[in-house]
Nanobody, 115 residues
Framework: QVHLVESGGGLVQPGGSLRLSCAAS????????MAWYRQAPGKQRELVAH???????NYADSVKGRFTISRDNDKNTVYLQMNSLKPEDTAVYYC?????????WGQGTQVTVSS
């Protein structure tokens, strides 16, 4: 059974940092592309960052230079390091695993950026 479990969310002040983790099980993690999405209240879910199975990355323009996605295939985990957080980064962050037509999602973790 596939599981994606996000952790690391919470409340942080503007300018602060958080590191999200997504622990995967139930599939061959190393061959899947992984991504982080987010959804703010009243808005559509949007792609934040993506990493291929080979480690190539791309980012939404709004987070370039502030967020870093990485993966550890030995630990079946993908990370999102978020620095210089802004109030507009407030959202539920979701982990996504992609391979062809296969698309698995985690349950999400709340990130709130507020003073």
């Amino acid at each position: 059974q596939v599981h994606l479990v996000e952790s690391g969310g919470g409340l942080v002040q503007p300018g602060g940092s958080l590191r999200l983790s997504c622990a995967a099980s139930g599939f061959i993690f190393s061959i899947y592309a992984m991504a982080w999405y987010r959804q703010a209240p009243g808005k559509q879910r949007e792609l934040v960052a993506h990493i291929t199975n080979k480690g190539n990355t791309n980012y939404a323009d709004s987070v370039k230079g502030r967020f870093t996605i990485s993966r550890d295939n030995d630990k079946n985990t993908v990370y999102l390091q978020m620095n210089s957080l802004k109030p507009e980064d407030t959202a539920v962050y979701y982990c996504d695993a992609q391979l062809g037509s296969r698309d698995y999602w985690g349950q999400g973790t709340q990130v709130t950026v507020s003073s």
